[in-house]
Protein backbone atom coordinates (compact mmCIF):
# COMPACT_ATOMS: atom_id res chain seq x y z
CA UNK A 1 0.00 0.00 0.00
CA UNK A 2 1.08 3.43 -0.99
CA UNK A 3 2.06 5.69 1.86
CA UNK A 4 1.06 9.36 1.60
CA UNK A 5 2.58 12.12 3.21
CA UNK A 6 0.95 14.19 6.04
CA UNK A 7 2.54 17.70 4.30
CA UNK A 8 5.83 17.45 6.60
CA UNK A 9 6.03 18.10 10.27
CA UNK A 10 8.25 20.21 11.89
CA UNK A 11 11.59 21.83 10.55
CA UNK A 12 14.14 24.44 11.92
CA UNK A 13 13.72 28.44 11.51
CA UNK A 14 16.16 31.00 12.21
CA UNK A 15 16.54 34.60 11.48
CA UNK A 16 19.89 34.98 10.75
CA UNK A 17 22.53 32.39 8.80
CA UNK A 18 24.90 33.33 11.35
CA UNK A 19 22.69 32.81 14.56
CA UNK A 20 21.98 28.83 13.44
CA UNK A 21 21.91 28.14 17.64
CA UNK A 22 18.95 30.57 17.45
CA UNK A 23 16.83 27.79 15.66
CA UNK A 24 13.02 27.48 16.63
CA UNK A 25 10.67 24.69 15.75
CA UNK A 26 7.45 25.93 13.44
CA UNK A 27 5.03 23.61 11.42
CA UNK A 28 6.24 22.94 7.59
CA UNK A 29 2.99 24.38 6.46
CA UNK A 30 3.61 28.05 7.89
CA UNK A 31 7.39 28.50 6.51
CA UNK A 32 5.04 27.48 3.23
CA UNK A 33 2.75 30.26 4.07
CA UNK A 34 5.75 32.57 4.59
CA UNK A 35 7.19 31.75 1.25
CA UNK A 36 4.06 32.10 -0.13
CA UNK A 37 2.49 35.23 1.41
CA UNK A 38 5.86 36.63 2.33
CA UNK A 39 5.56 39.88 4.88
CA UNK A 40 6.75 43.30 3.39
CA UNK A 41 10.16 42.86 4.78
CA UNK A 42 10.71 39.30 2.78
CA UNK A 43 9.00 40.43 -0.29
CA UNK A 44 11.33 43.64 -0.38
CA UNK A 45 14.25 41.99 0.56
CA UNK A 46 14.08 38.83 -2.22
CA UNK A 47 13.25 41.35 -4.93
CA UNK A 48 16.13 43.39 -4.62
CA UNK A 49 18.11 40.78 -4.54
CA UNK A 50 16.91 39.04 -7.70
CA UNK A 51 17.19 42.73 -9.11
CA UNK A 52 20.88 42.52 -8.02
CA UNK A 53 21.52 39.10 -10.09
CA UNK A 54 19.63 39.98 -13.09
CA UNK A 55 21.49 43.35 -12.79
CA UNK A 56 25.22 40.74 -13.12
CA UNK A 57 26.07 41.63 -9.36
CA UNK A 58 29.36 39.25 -8.72
CA UNK A 59 28.47 36.51 -6.32
CA UNK A 60 29.60 37.75 -3.69
CA UNK A 61 27.72 40.68 -3.21
CA UNK A 62 24.79 38.10 -3.81
CA UNK A 63 25.69 35.85 -1.01
CA UNK A 64 26.27 38.40 1.45
CA UNK A 65 22.62 40.36 0.96
CA UNK A 66 21.57 36.76 0.71
CA UNK A 67 23.13 35.99 4.31
CA UNK A 68 21.92 39.55 5.64
CA UNK A 69 18.86 39.83 4.53
CA UNK A 70 16.99 36.46 4.28
CA UNK A 71 15.82 33.70 7.14
CA UNK A 72 16.96 30.51 6.75
CA UNK A 73 15.42 27.26 6.89
CA UNK A 74 16.81 23.59 7.90
CA UNK A 75 13.78 21.84 5.89
CA UNK A 76 15.78 18.51 6.59
CA UNK A 77 14.20 18.15 10.66
CA UNK A 78 14.66 19.35 14.07
CA UNK A 79 17.86 19.64 16.05
CA UNK A 80 19.04 19.71 19.63
CA UNK A 81 17.29 23.07 21.47
CA UNK A 82 20.09 25.58 22.28
CA UNK A 83 22.88 24.26 19.72
CA UNK A 84 24.24 24.93 16.60
CA UNK A 85 22.16 23.28 13.56
CA UNK A 86 25.13 20.36 12.78
CA UNK A 87 24.89 16.99 11.40
CA UNK A 88 25.28 15.70 15.11
CA UNK A 89 22.46 17.64 16.39
CA UNK A 90 19.75 16.44 14.27
CA UNK A 91 16.84 14.92 16.15
CA UNK A 92 14.36 13.82 14.24
CA UNK A 93 13.39 14.44 10.24
CA UNK A 94 10.06 16.35 9.30
CA UNK A 95 9.00 13.99 6.96
CA UNK A 96 10.62 16.02 3.91
CA UNK A 97 14.28 15.78 2.15
CA UNK A 98 15.45 18.85 0.45
CA UNK A 99 16.50 19.13 -2.78
CA UNK A 100 18.59 21.76 -4.37
CA UNK A 101 18.80 22.25 -8.51
CA UNK A 102 20.90 25.42 -9.42
CA UNK A 103 22.15 27.51 -12.02
CA UNK A 104 18.84 27.38 -14.49
CA UNK A 105 20.01 30.99 -15.66
CA UNK A 106 16.89 31.01 -18.69
CA UNK A 107 14.07 32.08 -17.00
CA UNK A 108 11.72 29.94 -19.37
CA UNK A 109 13.77 26.46 -18.56
CA UNK A 110 13.58 27.59 -14.90
CA UNK A 111 9.49 27.81 -15.07
CA UNK A 112 9.05 24.78 -17.02
CA UNK A 113 11.52 22.82 -15.53
CA UNK A 114 9.25 23.97 -12.06
CA UNK A 115 6.28 23.03 -13.75
CA UNK A 116 7.59 19.60 -14.55
CA UNK A 117 8.94 18.92 -11.31
CA UNK A 118 5.34 19.86 -9.58
CA UNK A 119 4.01 16.68 -11.10
CA UNK A 120 6.78 14.21 -9.59
CA UNK A 121 4.47 12.56 -7.09
CA UNK A 122 6.44 12.59 -4.14
CA UNK A 123 7.39 16.16 -4.74
CA UNK A 124 5.64 18.12 -1.02
CA UNK A 125 6.57 21.59 -2.41
CA UNK A 126 8.81 23.59 -4.82
CA UNK A 127 10.17 26.98 -4.99
CA UNK A 128 12.53 29.30 -7.18
CA UNK A 129 15.09 29.96 -4.70
CA UNK A 130 16.63 33.50 -3.83
CA UNK A 131 18.46 34.43 -7.01
CA UNK A 132 15.76 33.49 -9.30
CA UNK A 133 17.97 30.79 -11.07
CA UNK A 134 17.55 27.75 -9.45
CA UNK A 135 14.64 25.54 -7.06
CA UNK A 136 14.05 24.01 -4.82
CA UNK A 137 12.04 21.12 -4.17
CA UNK A 138 10.89 18.85 -0.80
CA UNK A 139 10.29 15.41 -1.09
CA UNK A 140 8.24 12.97 0.62
CA UNK A 141 10.05 10.81 3.12
CA UNK A 142 9.06 8.38 5.94
CA UNK A 143 11.13 9.31 9.10
CA UNK A 144 11.78 6.15 10.28
CA UNK A 145 14.45 5.73 7.38
CA UNK A 146 16.39 9.06 8.55
CA UNK A 147 17.52 8.90 11.95
CA UNK A 148 20.70 10.23 11.67
CA UNK A 149 23.16 11.69 8.81
CA UNK A 150 24.44 8.59 7.91
CA UNK A 151 20.90 7.47 7.04
CA UNK A 152 20.32 10.78 5.48
CA UNK A 153 23.30 10.34 3.24
CA UNK A 154 22.42 6.72 2.20
CA UNK A 155 18.56 8.81 1.32
CA UNK A 156 20.92 11.36 -0.96
CA UNK A 157 22.44 8.68 -3.01
CA UNK A 158 18.86 7.60 -3.35
CA UNK A 159 17.50 11.05 -4.77
CA UNK A 160 20.58 11.74 -6.73
CA UNK A 161 19.87 8.94 -9.06
CA UNK A 162 16.09 9.52 -9.02
CA UNK A 163 16.68 13.18 -10.67
CA UNK A 164 19.33 11.81 -12.78
CA UNK A 165 17.06 9.59 -14.13
CA UNK A 166 14.44 12.54 -14.52
CA UNK A 167 16.76 14.90 -16.55
CA UNK A 168 18.29 16.49 -13.34
CA UNK A 169 21.43 17.23 -11.31
CA UNK A 170 21.07 17.85 -7.91
CA UNK A 171 23.54 19.74 -5.18
CA UNK A 172 25.96 17.65 -3.88
CA UNK A 173 25.56 19.99 -0.36
CA UNK A 174 22.41 18.94 -0.24
CA UNK A 175 24.09 15.30 1.27
CA UNK A 176 24.45 16.54 4.53
CA UNK A 177 21.38 16.70 6.84
CA UNK A 178 21.70 20.13 8.54
CA UNK A 179 21.42 21.82 5.09
CA UNK A 180 20.24 25.04 5.52
CA UNK A 181 18.31 27.04 2.81
CA UNK A 182 17.73 30.92 2.48
CA UNK A 183 13.58 31.23 2.63
CA UNK A 184 12.32 33.97 -0.14
CA UNK A 185 8.84 35.23 -1.40
CA UNK A 186 7.84 33.09 -3.86
CA UNK A 187 3.55 33.62 -4.46
CA UNK A 188 3.91 30.50 -6.78
CA UNK A 189 5.27 28.10 -4.36
CA UNK A 190 3.98 24.37 -5.05
CA UNK A 191 2.63 22.71 -1.83
CA UNK A 192 1.18 19.69 -1.63
CA UNK A 193 0.49 17.72 1.38
CA UNK A 194 -0.77 14.74 0.00
CA UNK A 195 2.55 13.56 -1.76
CA UNK A 196 3.00 10.39 -1.61
CA UNK A 197 5.93 9.03 0.31
CA UNK A 198 9.24 8.31 -2.06
CA UNK A 199 10.15 4.87 -0.95
CA UNK A 200 13.76 4.92 0.34
CA UNK A 201 15.87 1.44 0.73
CA UNK A 202 16.59 0.72 4.05
CA UNK A 203 19.93 1.89 5.30
CA UNK A 204 22.33 -0.77 5.99
CA UNK A 205 25.15 -0.07 8.45
CA UNK A 206 28.57 -1.14 6.61
CA UNK A 207 30.77 -3.88 8.09
CA UNK A 208 34.39 -3.86 8.29
CA UNK A 209 35.55 -2.29 5.17
CA UNK A 210 32.30 -2.28 3.12
CA UNK A 211 31.88 0.53 1.09
CA UNK A 212 29.32 3.42 2.78
CA UNK A 213 26.93 5.04 0.55
CA UNK A 214 26.24 2.17 -2.47
CA UNK A 215 22.61 2.15 -3.20
CA UNK A 216 21.12 -0.60 -6.23
CA UNK A 217 18.56 1.00 -8.37
CA UNK A 218 15.82 3.42 -7.45
CA UNK A 219 12.93 2.26 -6.09
CA UNK A 220 10.36 5.06 -6.72
CA UNK A 221 10.00 6.10 -10.36
CA UNK A 222 7.20 8.99 -11.58
CA UNK A 223 5.61 8.72 -14.62
CA UNK A 224 6.62 12.11 -15.44
CA UNK A 225 9.53 12.27 -17.81
CA UNK A 226 12.21 14.54 -17.42
CA UNK A 227 12.76 17.67 -19.99
CA UNK A 228 24.46 27.07 -1.83
CA UNK A 229 27.19 30.31 4.27
CA UNK A 230 27.55 29.51 7.68
CA UNK A 231 30.60 27.71 7.85
CA UNK A 232 33.35 28.13 5.16
CA UNK A 233 35.72 25.16 6.07
CA UNK A 234 32.54 22.82 5.06
CA UNK A 235 30.76 23.71 1.71
CA UNK A 236 28.15 21.73 2.68
CA UNK A 237 26.08 24.04 5.54
CA UNK A 238 26.26 26.21 3.23
CA UNK A 239 22.73 27.72 1.88
CA UNK A 240 22.12 27.40 -1.72
CA UNK A 241 23.04 29.80 -4.83
Known sequence: MDIVNDGGGSVSYYLEISEPEKHREFPLSRIISLIKNGDKNLRTQSTHIKKRVIAGACGAEIKELKARLLPVASFNGVFESGKKITNASFIRSSGVFCVDIDKINDPVVLEASKEEICRFESVVACFISPSGTGIKVLMAVDPSFIK??????????????????????????????????????????????????????????????AAAGSVGSVSCVSGVQGVHDTYKSDRSSDPEA
Open 148 to 209: NDAEFKHAYNEFEQYFRLMGYDIDEACKDVRRACYLTYDEDVYYNPDAKVFKLKEYVEPVGN
